[in-house]
């Protein structure tokens, strides 16, 4: 469980947290109030498991058909738990599924919220970010707006759904790119990742191919069976951890 995990002992957090209704997997919560103070909870467990110099990657939707509002769990990791937020991610995803409506604009994009315990000792790794995926920041120059496929890297993946789909997959597709720019961003070899909605096992792939520790904590045992699938197949970089070294976690309840 989360509360587990021994205090100051990660050194990053690469996560994207249930919608509160809509999908299976995601189908929890009362109201949207019980949802956010449920956020609240487990931000707070964040804070404490985090390293000092320790980075957070929150990656939300701001989707209206799901009604998660990406700035209302900010504003809870910032006013509430006094967390800095050091940078926002625009994740454009140029390839969504248009909008069958007139009402709305197709929603291109996601957020990936960048959030530490204070913004010194930045150092960010941005030499091996732009070698592992140039094409997310089109130029030399790495910025903040991220441009990624939404089902980049999934299509031969068996039991994928697409995030917009009502499927067992839920909130757990981001593409692998995604938690592999974070990690290189604000890791080295070695260190400890922590995805605390583990779904699918993305983040530990990206951990098993950059040489980073990992410890996924998931509610389904299934989801953890595919996790587990997924990262001891993945290919393994000279001097890189073993799967021996991953922790995968079952938990009852958050």
């Given at each position: 469980?989360l509360?587990?995990?021994?205090?100051?002992?990660?050194?990053?957090?690469?996560?994207?947290?249930?919608?509160?209704?809509?999908?299976?997997?995601?189908?929890y919560?009362?109201?949207?109030?019980?949802?956010?103070e449920?956020?609240?909870?487990?931000?707070?467990?964040?804070?404490?498991?985090?390293?000092?110099?320790?980075?957070?990657?929150?990656?939300?939707?701001?989707?209206?058909?799901?009604?998660?509002?990406?700035?209302?769990?900010?504003e809870?990791?910032?006013?509430?738990?006094?967390?800095?937020?050091?940078?926002?991610?625009?994740?454009?995803?140029?390839?969504?599924?248009?909008?069958?409506?007139?009402?709305?604009?197709?929603?291109?994009?996601?957020?990936?919220?960048?959030?530490?315990?204070?913004?010194?000792?930045?150092?960010?790794?941005?030499?091996?970010?732009?070698?592992?995926?140039?094409?997310?920041?089109?130029?030399?120059?790495?910025?903040?707006?991220?441009?990624?496929?939404?089902?980049?890297?999934?299509?031969?993946?068996?039991?994928?759904?697409?995030?917009?789909?009502?499927?067992?997959?839920?909130h757990?597709?981001?593409?692998?790119?995604?938690?592999?720019?974070?990690?290189?961003?604000?890791?080295?070899?070695?260190?400890?990742?922590?995805?605390?909605f583990?779904?699918?096992?993305?983040?530990?792939?990206?951990?098993?191919?950059?040489?980073?520790?990992?410890?996924?904590?998931?509610?389904?045992?299934?989801?953890?069976?595919?996790?587990?699938?997924?990262?001891?197949?993945?290919?393994?970089?000279?001097?890189?951890?073993?799967?021996?070294?991953?922790y995968?976690?079952?938990?009852?309840?958050?």
């Open positions: 469980m509360p587990d995990i021994p205090d100051a002992s990660v050194d990053c957090i690469v996560t994207s947290p249930p919608y509160w209704k809509g999908f299976e997997y995601e189908a919560f009362n109201s949207y109030a019980q949802y956010l449920w956020t609240k909870n487990w931000l707070a467990e964040c804070k404490r498991t985090l390293a000092k110099n320790g980075t957070l990657w929150l990656n939300v939707a701001n989707d209206s058909e799901t009604t998660v509002r990406a700035f209302e769990l900010m809870i990791a910032t006013r509430e738990l006094m967390f800095k937020l050091h940078d926002t991610v625009v994740w454009y995803r140029y390839n969504q599924q248009p909008a069958n409506t007139d009402r709305q604009l197709t929603n291109q994009c996601e957020f990936v919220f960048m959030l530490r315990h204070t913004s010194a000792g930045v150092e960010l790794n941005k030499d091996q970010a732009y070698a592992n995926c140039p094409s997310l920041f089109k130029t030399k120059n790495v910025g903040n707006v991220w441009e990624l496929p939404f089902n980049s890297g999934k299509q031969n993946v068996e039991g994928f759904g697409r995030k917009e789909v009502a499927a067992k997959w839920g757990s597709g981001f593409p692998v790119e995604l938690p592999e720019t974070c990690i290189l961003l604000s890791t080295k070899e070695g260190d400890t990742v922590m995805d605390c583990m779904g699918s096992g993305t983040t530990g792939v990206a951990c098993k191919k950059l040489g980073r520790k990992f410890i996924g904590i998931e509610l389904i045992p299934e989801y953890v069976e595919i996790s587990r699938n997924r990262i001891e197949s993945t290919g393994k970089a000279a001097n890189q951890i073993t799967i021996d070294d991953l995968q976690i079952t938990i009852d309840d958050l």
